[in-house]
Each structure stands twice: as structure tokens, then as C-alpha cells.
């Protein structure tokens, strides 16, 4: 293997992509906090709206979650394959489906509208008059907010992470400063409210991050291998070979994902019969040629590069099982929403604090995902690779995966350690309302501190699952953890304990299950599968000597 890619698991290279990452995720959750923040100074039913309009975007937003880190998986395995074609039909269906996909979530939020904010979320008349018109400007945001989401992920694959830093925290300055204009220097967008303003402020960044975006995806991509359009086509650029030997004119050394690609180079050295059992390949018994190199079959290395059609299947099985996990995991936000909203509308004020806390963490340690992808990805693939040293790459893999974990469960360690210790300038930055304080400065406030060390590291687990593609897995953990653990805790808050901190307690048990599901993808599926691989590899290995 490359001496380079044990380094892999470097604090080093592990700080370089987790730093300008985190200044990434932190962007947005930041700008959300300060507008939280002053919108309490405003007052309790603009918070409260502002709380009810918000969840239900991000909600619509983020279970699309895919088109940010699973796309920066793709598109990073697939640079190190060198796999071009596989990369522009990567990058133009993520495109595709995220404008696609975003514009049809903003039509089913506008569809839904009545009945969520007049039935579904028990809303005060003070609070209705200003939520309608927020609602359908934040709904009109959403398809500028996915697309956005893609670009991210695709430069991120490119690993442009400082320029996405740069996009990501532009647009979030350029909307704080607007909405700081709004709320506290009078200005106003097309007549309207402050918060409806507030909106439009977001909208107009959206925007023109979405123009910055588009030129810097075009900007990164390696155009002398093709293009999108030309990938749409189906036709191919110039490939080099993944390994450093050489390739003929008609033989691809390259074996793009989701296609059986064989080149005599890296062709399996066990072929499985009618039985099923693995035998050697007959030329290469006789005469250590591959036989793949030398008799035509479908799956041969000979094969075309997948279709579009094919290829949008298999970015869709992957997105549709991420869809369902992403949808899982709002759905608690939002049945969260719903039951903060029966409690009052300080309850609601409160509740909206009390998730930016939560989430501001999150969003922190999501630097360390990050690593967890781009680095995790790459050791992944050399893991399965003799050529590239397998053994070296998995413990390094290991090493990856203890350290990104370290990191994130003391990084929430520190910041509910801050959240304590700060406790009451805190909740005066967030409120001047005296009973939204009386509800933050209790129990909920201890049980947000307590979970921090636990987000931190479900947090973290979360991009190494993307690197694992064990996605399907991903899925059933998400929805059992919703029905067996978290819908019964919210139920016993409904109905036997109306509380604040009974429905994040609920979230809090949520989040163990997802911390123990998540350990054991990483910890047992993730790196045991690599090892099968490497076992059966090794006698070849002595057998050949070619790899």
C-alpha cells in the first residue's frame, strides 16, 4: 500500500478535513441560533412561530439528508477510483434529483400548510397571524436550500471542503447580517412583517449561493475526463488506471461501482461455479493469466460503463433507504413540535431554545463525520484491496474510527460542560421572557448538558456509517429505535407526564439506541467485512505473487 494511506488516520489528516468542515456545518445552525436569539427579544409568538415554521422546512429538508454526505461518499470513492464516467453521472444526477426532489417537497409543504398549522400543531391565535406568510416563503426556499445541498456534497467528494467552508459560511453571514437589519434596524422586505422578512432575507442568500455553487461544481470538475452532458450520452472520457501498471488500449483498468468491472490486473483470483464453490480460473491455474482477460463473458471488463438509467437506480435504492432513515429521524423532531406545542406557547418558545442547543453540537462534531466519510471511504476501498496493502489499510480503518469517536464524545463533553457552567447568561442571550426562562432553567436544561458526551458521538457515527454504504442496515435500526423506544417515551409524556423535559427525555433515549445501533455498524459490520476479503485473498496472494 501507498505509505500515504495509513496516514489516513492521522490526527493530521483527520483535523484537516474535520476543520474547515465543522466551520461548514456550524454555519447554518449558528445563523439559526442568532436569529433564535433575537427573535426572543422580539417576542414569544414570533419565537413560537418561528419555532413551528422552522421544523417543518428542515423537516422537509433534511430528509434529503443524502444529497449532502452520501453524495460526498459517492463521489469520493469514485475520484479515487478514477472512475470519470461514474463521477459526471454522479454529479448530474445529484443535481437532477435534489432541484427535482426539492421543488416537489416545497409544493407538498405548501399543500399541507392548513392542515398542519390549523389542526396538527395547536397554535394560539397570536401565533397564527404571523405563520402563513412565513410558512410559504421558508416553502419557497426549500428546492434553493437541496440543490445547495448536492453542490455541497459533490465539492466535499471533490475534496473542495475549504471552498464549501467558504460558500456555506458566506451565505450564512450574508443572512445573519440581513436578518439582524430586519429584526433590529426596522428594515423590511416587499411590506412585510419582520419575521415574514426575515424569510425573504433567507431566500435571496439561498439564492445566490445556489449561482456561487453551480460555477464552483463546474469549476472542480476534471473536464479533460468528460462531461456532464457527454456522461448523460453515455459517452466516456479518458481513464487512467486506479493501479500503477499498466493497461492496454482496450482494457480499462478502472471498476466503477455497481459494475463488475475485471481488468486482468485485479481480476478475483476465485470464480464460483454452478455449486457455488470457489475454484481458481483455469487459465490462471495453467498459466497465471487471468481468464477473464481472455474469454468474453457479461460481466467481463469489457462491458460497457453503466447506463444512466442504471445508474440513477442505484443512486435511488441508496437515496430511498437514506430517504426513510432521514424521514425516522425528523419525524421525532417533529412529533416533538407537536407535543411542545400542546404545553403553551412559552412551552414553544422554550421547546425552540431548546433544540437549537441540541443541535448546535451536532453540528460541531459534524467535522469529524466529515473525516469519518472522505477518510473512511478511501480506507474502506484500500481494505478490500491486497494490491493496496488490506491489512495496513484496516487498521488504520480501526484507528479512523476509535479516534473519530474519541473526538466527538469529548467535544460534547465540553459543550454540555459549557452549557452548565454559562447556564444563566445563556438563557438571557435566548429570552427576556421570564416564564420561557423559568422552563429552560430547570431539569431540561440539566438532561440537554447531560446528552451532549452522547450526541457527540452519534454524531460522529453517523458520517462513518455513510463510509460503511451499509445503508439498508442504517434504515431498520433508525425506524426500531423510533417504534420501540422513541414513540413509547413520547406517548408516556402525552399522556402521563406533560412536560418539556419528558419529550426531550424521550429524544434522549432516542439517541442511546441510535449511539448502540450505530457501535455496532461501525464497530462489528463496517470493519469485519473487509476481513473475509483479506483471509481468502492471502493464500492467492502467496500462490501468484503478481499482487
Given at each position: 500500500m501507498d505509505d500515504s494511506v495509513p496516514e489516513y488516520s492521522s490526527w493530521a489528516s483527520i483535523l484537516g478535513v474535520a476543520a474547515?468542515?465543522?466551520?461548514?456545518?456550524?454555519?447554518?445552525?449558528?445563523?439559526?441560533?442568532?436569529?433564535?436569539?433575537?427573535?426572543g427579544l422580539y417576542g414569544?409568538?414570533?419565537?413560537?412561530?418561528?419555532?413551528?415554521?422552522?421544523?417543518?422546512?428542515?423537516?422537509?429538508?433534511?430528509?434529503?439528508?443524502?444529497?449532502?454526505d452520501g453524495v460526498s461518499a459517492k463521489v469520493g470513492n469514485l475520484v479515487g477510483q478514477k472512475d470519470w464516467h461514474g463521477l459526471f453521472i454522479t454529479v448530474l444526477l445529484s443535481l437532477l434529483w435534489?432541484?427535482?426532489?426539492?421543488?416537489?417537497?416545497?409544493?407538498v409543504l405548501l399543500l399541507l400548510k392548513p392542515l398542519v398549522i390549523h389542526h396538527v400543531l395547536d397554535l394560539e391565535p397570536r401565533v397564527?397571524?404571523?405563520?402563513?406568510?412565513?410558512?410559504?416563503?421558508?416553502?419557497?426556499?426549500?428546492?434553493?436550500?437541496?440543490?445547495?445541498?448536492?453542490c455541497t456534497g459533490v465539492l466535499q467528494g471533490l475534496h473542495r471542503v475549504t471552498l464549501c467552508a467558504a460558500l456555506n459560511t458566506g451565505q450564512a453571514v450574508a443572512e445573519s447580517c440581513l436578518s439582524a437589519a430586519v429584526l433590529l434596524g426596522g428594515v423590511r422586505f416587499l411590506g412585510a412583517g419582520a419575521l415574514v422578512s426575515m424569510g425573504?432575507?433567507?431566500?435571496?442568500?439561498?439564492?445566490?449561493?445556489?449561482?456561487?455553487?453551480?460555477?464552483?461544481?463546474?469549476?472542480?470538475?476534471?473536464?479533460?475526463?468528460?462531461?456532464?452532458?457527454?456522461?448523460?450520452?453515455?459517452?466516456?472520457?479518458?481513464?487512467?488506471?486506479?493501479?500503477?501498471?499498466?493497461?492496454?488500449?482496450?482494457?480499462?483498468?478502472?471498476?466503477?461501482?455497481?459494475?463488475?468491472y475485471h481488468p486482468a490486473s485485479t481480476a478475483p483470483l476465485l470464480v464460483s461455479d454452478a455449486g457455488g464453490s470457489g475454484t481458481l480460473p483455469p487459465d490462471a491455474a495453467a498459466d497465471g493469466t487471468d481468464a477473464h482477460a481472455s474469454a468474453p463473458s457479461p460481466a467481463n471488463h469489457q462491458q460497457p460503463p453503466p447506463a444512466p438509467a442504471s445508474a440513477s437506480r442505484a443512486f435511488l435504492d441508496d437515496g430511498v433507504n437514506m430517504l426513510l432513515r432521514s424521514i425516522t429521524l425528523q419525524a421525532t423532531f417533529f412529533a416533538a413540535l407537536v407535543a411542545a406545542s400542546r404545553l403553551g406557547t412559552a412551552a414553544l418558545a422554550a421547546h425552540s431554545v431548546v433544540a437549537q442547543l441540541w443541535m448546535l453540537s451536532a453540528y460541531a462534531v459534524d467535522g469529524f463525520a466529515a473525516a469519518g466519510i472522505v477518510l473512511g471511504s478511501r480506507l474502506a476501498g484500500a481494505a478490500d484491496d491486497s494490491d493496496q496493502g488490506g491489512d495496513a489499510a484496516l487498521k488504520s480503518?480501526?484507528?479512523?474510527?476509535?479516534?473519530?469517536?474519541?473526538?466527538?464524545?469529548?467535544?460534547?463533553?465540553?459543550?454540555?460542560?459549557?452549557?452548565?457552567?454559562?447556564?444563566?447568561?445563556?438563557?438571557?442571550?435566548?429570552?427576556?421572557?421570564?416564564?420561557?426562562?423559568?422552563?429552560?432553567?430547570?431539569?431540561?436544561?440539566?438532561?440537554?448538558?447531560?446528552?451532549?458526551?452522547?450526541?457527540?458521538?452519534?454524531?460522529?457515527?453517523?458520517?462513518?456509517m455513510y463510509a460503511s454504504h451499509n445503508f439498508a442496515y442504517v434504515r431498520d435500526y433508525m425506524a426500531l429505535g423510533f417504534a420501540l423506544v422513541f414513540a413509547p417515551a413520547l406517548a408516556l409524556e402525552l399522556w402521563v407526564w406533560p412536560s418539556l423535559v419528558g419529550?426531550?427525555?424521550?429524544?434522549?433515549?432516542?439517541?442511546?439506541?441510535?449511539?448502540?445501533?450505530?457501535?455496532?455498524?461501525?464497530?462489528?459490520?463496517?470493519?469485519r467485512e473487509?476481513?473475509?476479503?483479506?483471509?481468502?485473498?492471502s493464500p492467492h496472494v502467496q500462490l501468484h505473487g503478481t499482487l
Open positions: 474547515p468542515a465543522v466551520i461548514q456545518s456550524l454555519a447554518a445552525p449558528l445563523t439559526s441560533t442568532l436569529q433564535t436569539a433575537w427573535l414569544s409568538p414570533a419565537l413560537a412561530a418561528y419555532a413551528a415554521v422552522n421544523t417543518s422546512a428542515t423537516f422537509a429538508l433534511k430528509i434529503f439528508v443524502f444529497f449532502g435534489s432541484a427535482s426532489l426539492g421543488t416537489a417537497a416545497a409544493c397564527l397571524a404571523v405563520v402563513a406568510a412565513y410558512w410559504t416563503v421558508r416553502a419557497a426556499a426549500v428546492p434553493l436550500a437541496m440543490t445547495n445541498m448536492a425573504w432575507a433567507s431566500l435571496l442568500t439561498q439564492a445566490a449561493q445556489l449561482v456561487a455553487c453551480l460555477t464552483a461544481v463546474h469549476a472542480a470538475l476534471p473536464h479533460q475526463h468528460g462531461s456532464l452532458r457527454g456522461a448523460w450520452a453515455g459517452e466516456t472520457g479518458p481513464r487512467q488506471p486506479l493501479l500503477e501498471e499498466e493497461a492496454g488500449e482496450d482494457e480499462p483498468a478502472l471498476r466503477p461501482p455497481c459494475a463488475d480503518l480501526r484507528r479512523l474510527i476509535r479516534r473519530c469517536c474519541m473526538a466527538g464524545t469529548a467535544f460534547g463533553a465540553a459543550t454540555g460542560a459549557t452549557y452548565l457552567l454559562f447556564r444563566r447568561p445563556l438563557i438571557r442571550l435566548f429570552t427576556g421572557d421570564a416564564e420561557v426562562a423559568a422552563l429552560l432553567g430547570g431539569s431540561t436544561w440539566t438532561l440537554v448538558a447531560a446528552m451532549q458526551p452522547c450526541n457527540g458521538l452519534v454524531f460522529v457515527l453517523d458520517g462513518l419529550i426531550w427525555a424521550a429524544k434522549a433515549l432516542y439517541n442511546f439506541w441510535r449511539a448502540a445501533g450505530g457501535l455496532n455498524l461501525v464497530l462489528r459490520r463496517f470493519v473487509h476481513q473475509p476479503a483479506l483471509s481468502l485473498l
